[in-house]
C-alpha cells in the first residue's frame, strides 16, 4: 500500500502557439500539427481528461476548434480575457479535481507564472515540452481500464445530466428518479483488479483511509476466503456512470471490518455512496454481526467521515474491536447495524452477503 499518486487527471492546453500554430486573431487559418493531434488522442484514450484556458474571443476559438475536428476532446472549456489562473480553478472546480491533479500547458513564460503563483499545485509546462507529455510519468497511468477510456464520454453525459436537473422543477427525489439509476455491487475478480486498484488511487474526497491498494494486495484479498472485495457500478438514461465504488472487508464470526470505501466524487450528489453504505449495514444486520469501519483522516476526505457518521458510525467502543488488527492512523468507528430499506431513488442489484459462509478463524 502506498500513498494515493500523482498521475495528472486534467490537462488544461492553452491554444494560441501552444495547441495549435498561430495567433487566432491574427492569422485568421491556424492549424494543429498531426503530431499534436496524436497528443491529445494518445492522453484521452489513456483516461486524462483534457480542457482549455485561453485568451481569446470564446465563439471564434470554439468554432476554430470545430473546424479542426477537434472540439470533443474539451471539457469545460474557458475562454476568455480573464486570468488564466481562475479559468483553471474553475476548470478544476467544476471538475471537482484538486488542483495537484492539473497540468497547464502555456507558451508564454507570464502566464505560466501567474497560474503559479495562485494554484502553486498545478504543474505547469512550456509548449515546448508537448511532445514529451506523452512519456512523462504523470501523464502515463499504469493501468489503463475500460472506465478510463470513455472517461471523457462519461463527464459529457454527466453534463448533461446537469442541464437536466437545472431544468427539473420539483423535489430533488423526483429528479433523481426520472434518471432511472441502476447500481449493480458485485464481488471483483481479476477483470476488475486494474479499475478497482484505480479507484483507490484516484479518489481522495471520497476515500475512507486514502490508501492505495496495488494490484498484488487485491489479487491475495480476492482469493481470500475470509475478505470481500466489491465493486459498485452505475448507469443511468444518459448512460453508463462506469464503476464508481470499491469495498474492501475483512469477515469474522462476530463483526465485519470495512477496512476501505471509496466512491467516485461523481456519483456523491446521487446517494451513490448512501445507498452502498445503507445496503451493507442491511447485510451485516441479516448476518447477526457488528460493523467496524476503518477511517484515517486525509486533507480531502472529510466527506467521507461525514458520510459513516451520518448512516450511524460512531466513536463508541465495542469488545469485538478489540479483536482486529491494528493499523498505524487509523481510527475504528463502529455501528451496531439495523434493517435497512431498500433505496427509493434507484434500483440496486447485489449479492447476499448475509447467506455467505464465513469460516471460524479470525482475520
Given at each position: 500500500m502506498t500513498a494515493l499518486g500523482s498521475t495528472v487527471k486534467c490537462l488544461v492546453w492553452d491554444l494560441d502557439n501552444t495547441l495549435w500554430r498561430g495567433t487566432l486573431l491574427e492569422d485568421g487559418d491556424v492549424l494543429i500539427t498531426d503530431e499534436v493531434r496524436a497528443?491529445?488522442?494518445?492522453?484521452?484514450?489513456?483516461?486524462?481528461?483534457?480542457?482549455v484556458a485561453s485568451k481569446n474571443d470564446h465563439?471564434?476559438?470554439?468554432?476554430?476548434?470545430?473546424?479542426?475536428?477537434?472540439?470533443?476532446?474539451?471539457?469545460q472549456p474557458r475562454i476568455s480575457w480573464g486570468p488564466k489562473s481562475r479559468a483553471v480553478r474553475e476548470i478544476a472546480d467544476a471538475l471537482r479535481f484538486a488542483p495537484s491533479t492539473i497540468a497547464f500547458v502555456d507558451d508564454q513564460p507570464a502566464e505560466r507564472a501567474e497560474v503559479a503563483y495562485h494554484l502553486p499545485d498545478v504543474r505547469c509546462y512550456p509548449a515546448e515540452a508537448v511532445p514529451a507529455l506523452v512519456?512523462?510519468?504523470?501523464?502515463?497511468?499504469?493501468?489503463?481500464?475500460?472506465?478510463?477510456?470513455?472517461?471523457?464520454?462519461m463527464y459529457l453525459a454527466g453534463e448533461q445530466r446537469v442541464a437536466a436537473q437545472a431544468e427539473h422543477v420539483g423535489p430533488d427525489e423526483d429528479f433523481l428518479r426520472s434518471l432511472r439509476m441502476r447500481m449493480r455491487i458485485r464481488r471483483a475478480d481479476a477483470e476488475h483488479l486494474s479499475r478497482v486498484a484505480e479507484l483507490t488511487q484516484r479518489t481522495s474526497q471520497m476515500n475512507a483511509t486514502g490508501i492505495h491498494y496495488s494490484d498484488a494486495t487485491l489479487r491475495g484479498l480476492i482469493d481470500d476466503p475470509h475478505h470481500e472485495v466489491l465493486v459498485a457500478g452505475m448507469a443511468d438514461r444518459?448512460?453508463?456512470?462506469?464503476?464508481?465504488?470499491?469495498?474492501?472487508?475483512a469477515r469474522q464470526p462476530d463483526v465485519w471490518n470495512l477496512r476501505l470505501l471509496a466512491t467516485s466524487?461523481?456519483?456523491v450528489s446521487f446517494g451513490a455512496g448512501a445507498v452502498i453504505l445503507n445496503w451493507l449495514i442491511d447485510q451485516a444486520a441479516r448476518a447477526g454481526v457488528h460493523l467496524v469501519a476503518d477511517f484515517r483522516r486525509t486533507e480531502r476526505n472529510r466527506m467521507m467521515e461525514v458520510?459513516?457518521?451520518?448512516?450511524g458510525f460512531t466513536d463508541s467502543a465495542c469488545a469485538c474491536i478489540a479483536t482486529l488488527p491494528a493499523a498505524?492512523?487509523?481510527?475504528?468507528?463502529?455501528?451496531?447495524?439495523?434493517?435497512?430499506?431498500?433505496?427509493s431513488t434507484m434500483e440496486l442489484t447485489a449479492p447476499d452477503l448475509a447467506r455467505a459462509s464465513v469460516?471460524?478463524?479470525?482475520?
Amino acid at each position: 500500500m502506498t500513498a494515493l499518486g500523482s498521475t495528472v487527471k486534467c490537462l488544461v492546453w492553452d491554444l494560441d502557439n501552444t495547441l495549435w500554430r498561430g495567433t487566432l486573431l491574427e492569422d485568421g487559418d491556424v492549424l494543429i500539427t498531426d503530431e499534436v493531434r496524436a497528443i491529445v488522442r494518445t492522453l484521452d484514450e489513456r483516461g486524462i481528461l483534457q480542457s482549455v484556458a485561453s485568451k481569446n474571443d470564446h465563439d471564434l476559438a470554439w468554432q476554430r476548434l470545430v473546424e479542426l475536428g477537434i472540439a470533443e476532446y474539451f471539457v469545460q472549456p474557458r475562454i476568455s480575457w480573464g486570468p488564466k489562473s481562475r479559468a483553471v480553478r474553475e476548470i478544476a472546480d467544476a471538475l471537482r479535481f484538486a488542483p495537484s491533479t492539473i497540468a497547464f500547458v502555456d507558451d508564454q513564460p507570464a502566464e505560466r507564472a501567474e497560474v503559479a503563483y495562485h494554484l502553486p499545485d498545478v504543474r505547469c509546462y512550456p509548449a515546448e515540452a508537448v511532445p514529451a507529455l506523452v512519456t512523462m510519468p504523470e501523464f502515463s497511468p499504469p493501468r489503463v481500464t475500460e472506465d478510463a477510456r470513455r472517461r471523457r464520454q462519461m463527464y459529457l453525459a454527466g453534463e448533461q445530466r446537469v442541464a437536466a436537473q437545472a431544468e427539473h422543477v420539483g423535489p430533488d427525489e423526483d429528479f433523481l428518479r426520472s434518471l432511472r439509476m441502476r447500481m449493480r455491487i458485485r464481488r471483483a475478480d481479476a477483470e476488475h483488479l486494474s479499475r478497482v486498484a484505480e479507484l483507490t488511487q484516484r479518489t481522495s474526497q471520497m476515500n475512507a483511509t486514502g490508501i492505495h491498494y496495488s494490484d498484488a494486495t487485491l489479487r491475495g484479498l480476492i482469493d481470500d476466503p475470509h475478505h470481500e472485495v466489491l465493486v459498485a457500478g452505475m448507469a443511468d438514461r444518459f448512460g453508463p456512470h462506469g464503476e464508481i465504488g470499491v469495498l474492501l472487508m475483512a469477515r469474522q464470526p462476530d463483526v465485519w471490518n470495512l477496512r476501505l470505501l471509496a466512491t467516485s466524487c461523481r456519483v456523491v450528489s446521487f446517494g451513490a455512496g448512501a445507498v452502498i453504505l445503507n445496503w451493507l449495514i442491511d447485510q451485516a444486520a441479516r448476518a447477526g454481526v457488528h460493523l467496524v469501519a476503518d477511517f484515517r483522516r486525509t486533507e480531502r476526505n472529510r466527506m467521507m467521515e461525514v458520510a459513516y457518521r451520518f448512516s450511524g458510525f460512531t466513536d463508541s467502543a465495542c469488545a469485538c474491536i478489540a479483536t482486529l488488527p491494528a493499523a498505524a492512523g487509523v481510527e475504528r468507528l463502529h455501528l451496531a447495524p439495523s434493517i435497512r430499506s431498500s433505496p427509493s431513488t434507484m434500483e440496486l442489484t447485489a449479492p447476499d452477503l448475509a447467506r455467505a459462509s464465513v469460516l471460524p478463524e479470525t482475520v
